[in-house]
């Protein structure tokens, strides 16, 4: 009997939990969550509520449930040390070291690594722990990218043109940057299509899921204030409908690169995820961020369409077989829509209650919810998760639509998600952008 030890109580983590249970060894699951998902503990034989940064009773359930090997979900548990953590209990991990997730944690980190061993793809940037030589750099730039050096729950990026007007706006941004964080990092601004690679690997061998595209902008269009991502979809080919094959093989690449550089630096394999944030533009593949983890909502679209067996990828990840590991995913599309709540992300509304309709064949992820027993609560966050899957991309739309709709409540959604205007757009855009060579 596998027993298999979930961290983490998001979407994301509902998806692999399912992916979990798909299994077909016999296998018992055990969450460790900082809130009560619904969904998981449904599927769950065991669960424990706690703190993501208390290693002592993460360990303490891990040791008395008796795990064979951990998944983790979200990246605060990986900054925590959670995986050095189950490690000490003989706990193999699908996750990185601390260390290690520097990798998604630290941004300088990633920068300068692809520096030292001259990995293809970075923009111009540089690194600054002071305002000294700021200025300057701004002004080389024709338009630029502000990130602090840390995590910010994918809403800390700005942007000129979006979020900056201009290089006096930029200074105000890194004065209070650095005033949080130990550096802040100015890119220069890439024009293109964005598109998520998530890769297993066990440090040396790197194994691609099919690629999605999510959509950070609150409202239809890409309009309104970044969020932790509104929804994504991914496509039957396995391509997306703006990217070439080569365009996933140059992304792949990075991603080896990386995993090399990073063994090379600190004598120690990376284990676990290694999500890409990637750009198409004229000049190629650029890598705009990794993530040390699955991607949310990206693992909605990768894993319901996986299958072989979750459980023995992850053996693959941590023993450092995933070179003999399946992994294999139905040629089929998927759309992955959120509904939030009112006002989100930047006034949202809490405590309020919701009810889901007929999901009417729209797979059901369960996010930042509570279940009490009059019924479903939001906290504040995205709420739940609805994902259309099917071989025609414009049924997967419908479905992940449809069942959206379907919610009562004050809650909203971005309905140009999936849809076939949207698909249309991006591909123009990327045909312009080609255009220029």
Same mark, same amino acid.
């Given at each position: ?26 296998? %018992? ?333 729209? %797979? ?74």
């Amino acid at each position: 009997m596998i027993k298999v030890l979930l961290i983490g109580n998001g979407a994301r983590e509902h998806a692999i939990a399912e992916a979990i249970r798909r299994s077909p060894q016999p296998h %018992k699951l055990y969450s460790f969550m900082k809130s009560n998902n619904p969904g998981i503990r449904t599927l769950s034989e065991k669960c424990e509520l706690g703190d993501y940064n208390d290693m002592e009773k993460l360990s303490s359930f891990a040791k008395n449930v008796g795990a064979d090997v951990c998944v983790v979900g979200p990246e605060a548990p990986l900054d925590y040390g959670a995986v050095d953590a189950l490690a000490k209990i003989g706990v193999p991990s699908v996750g990185p070291v601390k260390e290690l997730a520097k990798l998604e944690t630290s941004k300088a980190f990633t920068r300068n690594l692809a520096r030292k061993y001259r990995i293809p793809g970075s923009p111009a940037f540089e690194i600054f722990r002071d305002m000294d030589g700021v200025k300057e750099f701004l002004q080389s730039l024709d338009s630029f990218v502000v990130k602090p050096d840390g995590l910010t729950g994918g809403k800390g990026v700005m942007v000129h043109g979006e979020h900056l007007k201009d290089v006096s706006d930029a200074l105000r941004y890194c004065e209070s940057v650095l005033r949080s964080h130990a550096s802040v990092i100015i890119e220069e601004k890439l024009e293109g299509e964005e598109f998520s690679l998530q890769s297993f690997t066990d440090g040396r061998f790197v194994l691609d899921c099919p690629p999605a595209q999510d959509h950070k902008r609150a409202y239809a269009n890409d309009e309104g204030p970044n969020t932790g991502g509104m929804g994504s979809y991914s496509c039957a080919d396995h391509l997306l409908p703006f990217i070439r094959k080569s365009d996933l093989e140059e992304a792949h690449r990075i991603t080896e690169l990386f995993a090399r550089a990073i063994e090379k630096e600190h004598g120690k394999l990376y284990v676990g995820v290694m999500y890409g944030g990637f750009m198409v533009t004229r000049d190629g593949v650029k890598l705009l961020e990794y993530n040390a983890r699955l991607g949310d909502p990206e693992t909605m679209n990768v894993l319901p369409i996986l299958s072989s067996d979750f459980i023995d990828l992850c053996f693959g990840i941590t023993n450092g077989a995933l070179a003999k590991t399946k992994a294999e995913f139905d040629k089929k599309a998927t759309v992955c829509k959120y509904v939030v709540p009112q006002g989100y992300p930047d006034n949202p509304v809490k405590g309020e209650k919701i009810e889901l309709g007929a999901a009417a064949g729209a %797979k059901v992820y369960y996010a930042s919810v509570d279940q009490k027993p009059d019924g479903l609560y939001m906290s504040g966050s995205r709420a739940v998760a609805f994902v259309g899957i099917s071989h025609d991309f414009a049924e997967a739309e419908r479905l992940a639509e449809e069942a959206v709709k379907s919610v009562k409540g004050k809650v909203f959604h971005r309905p140009d998600i999936g849809t076939q205007a949207l698909l249309d757009k991006r591909v123009r855009h990327m045909e312009m952008i080609r255009g220029k060579k």
